[in-house]
């Protein structure tokens, strides 16, 4: 054998090219040696000391849907993912439960987050034990919601359990992303809407996919310092009244902007592109981009595998069948070629077993993280639309301070290289000379368009203090 070789295992943890990650995703590693977003504090290490801090891991059981089914979904390979437990059953019930910027703009430096400022508290999350329920609507899944936790905003550090469906995580996900609009908010599993056209929804397989990826949903929520605290989060985990406390608790949530606005937004600044970038966040974007290149890599690669892992289930039963057809006309061998066939069928339903598991725990992770690589981008994008905002704002607010300017003292020469009021003066001067036809009062003319210009100005100012309140903010979140 080639000396160059190296022997890959897909299931080994480290291997002598592959080192092992002490994190449980490629963004939590990059966050924390940035030191951006410390979501994962199981270690933080500085230049002097190094200080332990005790997060709990959260594990999850996967019941299955009934008895007779238990047997057929495989077990999950054991990760620093969610276990799930095939050993229970499903329960089927038919319950319902302002300053004034004139200089040149400079893009606001913000002081990342650090474990100084905000503090990940212990917090396990379990989600187990799917039942089925039936209302007038149809049939759907309930998960079973096992918190521990000492946030100060919870009524209890163990609260009682309770049950949810995929909708009333929608609704968590949604609270939280107008409550949050900075954070990178964890995706939730597809819909999966063929899975409902086809009616399997209700499969082992389909639930347990979904409970996993739920799980990975409710893991990164109970490791983030400010999502683990929203009192949304607090109502999804330990309400009993549910459908009242989250009206109540979207009351005090604000909006986002309408459609409308969204629309108008975008098109104006489809083109538009940010004069001082934040090099903090350009590298981020990079990354995430590399990572999610990266992914879809690891993606491509692994369908290959197994594709070619299903040609070779499909062969070694088209072998066994023949080898068993052999045994009947080699009478002197017939019992070792029959036991011989019946390996080969043992060893092709070991590759299917193999090939489900990995699916399960490999594949769906790689599209949670892409999932998660998303999300990530949208909210860097949201990210330079506030500095854009406040940009674009600012060199209207010197624009129509310098046509001010220009109406208080028609006779003198202003500088406004880069500030592009030349469409606005020329606009202005035709008007001005238009009214000078019709007889109007030029010195009343004057002073009314001198209050209107003080009446926009005073406005743009509060505009300005306003949008860059907000991209500070976005920023240091």
Request: glycine share 2%; proline share 6%.
């Amino acid at each position: 054998m080639n000396e160059d070789y190296i022997k890959w295992d897909v299931h080994a943890t480290t291997d002598v090219s592959t080192p092992h990650l002490d994190f449980d995703d490629p963004l939590s590693r990059y966050s924390e040696e940035n030191g951006f977003y410390p979501y994962d504090t199981t270690t933080t290490t500085t230049t002097t000391t190094t200080t332990t801090t005790n997060t709990t891991t959260t594990t999850a059981t996967a019941p299955i849907a009934t008895e007779s089914t238990a047997n057929s979904l495989p077990p999950i390979i054991p990760s620093s993912s969610p276990i799930l437990d095939s050993s229970d059953s499903f329960i089927v019930t038919n319950n319902t439960p302002s300053p004034q910027p004139k200089a040149p703009f400079v893009a606001p430096k913000s002081k990342p987050v650090t474990m100084e400022t905000v503090e990940v508290l212990p917090m396990t999350i379990v989600i187990s034990d799917p039942q089925k329920h039936h209302d007038p609507q149809g049939a759907f899944i309930m998960y079973l919601l096992t918190t521990k936790t000492e946030v100060e905003t919870f009524n209890s550090i163990n609260p009682r359990p309770v049950r949810r469906r995929y909708q009333d995580f929608l609704w968590l996900h949604r609270a939280l992303s107008l409550e949050h609009p900075a954070c990178i908010i964890p995706p939730l599993p597809e819909k999966h809407r063929l899975e409902y056209i086809k009616g399997d929804r209700f499969s082992s397989e389909f639930i347990s996919r979904r409970l996993l990826s739920l799980q990975w949903f409710l893991d990164r929520i109970a490791r983030h310092p400010l999502l683990q605290k929203s009192q949304s989060t607090r109502i999804f985990l330990e309400s009993n009244d549910f459908r009242t406390d989250k009206r109540a608790q979207m009351a005090h949530i604000p909006t986002s902007s309408s459609l409308l606005d969204s629309i108008s937004d975008t098109l104006v600044n489809a083109f538009a592109k940010l004069k001082k970038p934040d090099e903090r966040f350009e590298s981020m974007k990079e990354n995430i981009n590399r990572l999610e290149e990266d992914l879809n890599t690891v993606e491509r690669l692994y369908m290959r595998i197994n594709k070619r892992q299903q040609d070779l289930q499909n062969d070694y039963i088209s072998f066994a069948n023949s080898v068993q057809g052999l045994s009947a006309l080699e009478t002197n061998i017939t019992y070792s070629l029959s036991q011989f066939a019946e390996a080969s069928r043992a060893y092709s339903k070991a590759m299917k077993e193999m090939t489900e598991k990995e699916e399960l725990q490999f594949l769906n992770e790689i599209h949670e993280l892409l999932a998660y690589c998303y999300a990530a981008k949208d909210v860097l994008k949201a990210r330079d639309q506030k500095q854009l905002d406040f940009e674009e704002l600012s060199v209207y607010l010197q624009q129509t301070e310098l046509l001010r300017e220009r109406t208080q003292f028609p006779g003198r020469k202003f500088n406004d290289r880069g500030v592009g009021v030349g469409s606005m003066y020329i606009t202005d001067y035709v008007t001005d000379k238009l009214n000078e036809v019709r007889g109007v009062n030029m010195e009343k003319a004057k002073r009314d368009k001198l209050k209107r210009l003080e009446i926009r100005i005073k406005e743009l100012q509060e505009e300005v203090a306003r949008a860059n309140d907000e991209s500070s903010a976005f920023s240091n979140q």
